[in-house]
């Protein structure tokens, strides 16, 4: 019996081998320098073998290199939090909160407080109100409405509206897709200055337990190459803020690693700019934990508007945490595993928690 399952994994590695390779070479292009003494096929094959020596963690090729595993021992790699392993550890205390985050739609039906911005949610509208809507804010953006990394994510303006050939079939393809349109909103110039084009975040990721609230970590996401979305996976950078005071203290690194100590499109630095109206962005996150009793760990994305009105973007039940462990290269496993039973107690007590249909 060991031998035949010795010999199934051994197959299994071998078949996902020309995969992971041909992944590899599209990611590592991204890479601009590689790290000393390695070359591309040492460093790939030193990936495999991060990947071997840490089985539980399902180690990305962003996070491989993000977090620098390159460079450490199996040790200090375990003292960073995968995605895989986040989710992990979180989902026993989010799942109650999950139907309530996932979908943007109900998102926005259940934090209407928090958002000032208009949106209209396609399979539930119709041409005329769509056209409307389009006319209304000029600029709108379309998202899937369970698509999370910016995927899907298009800007569609007035003109280019106007200027479709067949607007009904553009409506109804939008509508199979299962498109949510907000109206399109920009950054105060705060945060405007480090990339114009996109809407510039803030991510704070929070624990709550009835009065008890802390901010576990924030980070700032801006986008890049005149693109319009801010995350890592569309191309954006990212860097660590200081939750005590709202500083950022990192460089911006982007999801192959490299490191900009000024934004490569605007030169505006990162390490060192404080992030306006900090505190009133803790207090708004803060009372966005308070709208559910089932919000426990939560990612909120928080825009902060012209003239400094504060807009919550969207709330996640299973944040990742590179945000806060890559920038400064300090990993969290730890400290988030023993914040998440010193806030909630073994997770085995929430295995029969009711999840609620919004």
Aim: proline share 5%; aromatic share 12%; charged share 20%.
């Amino acid at each position: 019996m060991n031998n035949i399952l010795t010999q199934n994994k051994l197959v299994k590695n071998l078949r996902a081998y020309p995969v992971l390779r041909k992944r590899w070479r599209g990611y590592i292009r991204g890479v601009r320098a590689l790290p000393e003494g390695f070359t591309e096929d040492k460093l790939f094959h030193d990936y495999l073998k991060v990947r071997r020596s840490n089985p539980e963690k399902r180690v990305s090729m962003s996070e491989y290199m993000i977090f620098g595993f390159y460079g450490l021992t199996t040790a200090q790699q375990k003292q960073y939090l995968t995605d895989v392993e986040a989710t992990l550890l979180m989902r026993p205390y989010n799942s109650a909160a999950e139907p309530y985050l996932k979908s943007k739609v109900t998102f926005l039906k259940n934090f209407t407080q928090f958002v000032s911005r208009g949106w209209l949610y396609l399979p539930e509208s119709d041409l005329a109100a769509f056209d409307a809507f389009v006319h209304r804010y000029h600029s709108i953006a379309l998202k899937p409405q369970y698509s999370s990394w910016g995927i899907g994510f298009c800007k569609l303006t007035e003109a280019e509206w106007d200027a479709a050939p067949d607007r009904q079939a553009l409506f109804d393809e939008l509508c199979a897709g299962k498109y949510l349109a907000e109206e399109f909103i920009q950054s105060d110039a705060s945060l405007a200055r480090f990339h114009p084009e996109s809407l510039n975040t803030l991510r704070v990721i929070t624990f709550r337990r009835g009065e008890r609230f802390e901010v576990f970590g924030a980070g700032l996401r801006v986008g890049n190459n005149g693109l319009h979305v801010d995350n890592a996976h569309g191309g954006g950078i990212f860097c660590e803020i200081d939750p005590a005071t709202g500083v950022i203290m990192t460089d911006g690194l982007d999801e192959h690693g490299n490191s900009y100590i000024l934004h490569p499109m605007t030169g505006v630095r990162f390490r060192g700019t404080p992030i306006p109206q900090w505190e009133e962005i803790c207090a708004f996150c803060r009372s966005a934990a308070q709208t559910l009793p089932c919000l426990r760990v939560v990612g909120w994305d928080v825009a902060i508007l012209p003239g400094g009105k504060l807009e919550l973007i969207e709330g996640n039940h299973n944040p990742g945490m590179n945000i806060v462990q890559a920038p400064a290269k300090h990993g969290v496993h730890d400290k988030f595993a023993h914040m998440l039973l010193d806030f909630y107690g073994d997770p085995a007590q929430y295995a029969y928690e009711t999840v609620k249909k919004p």
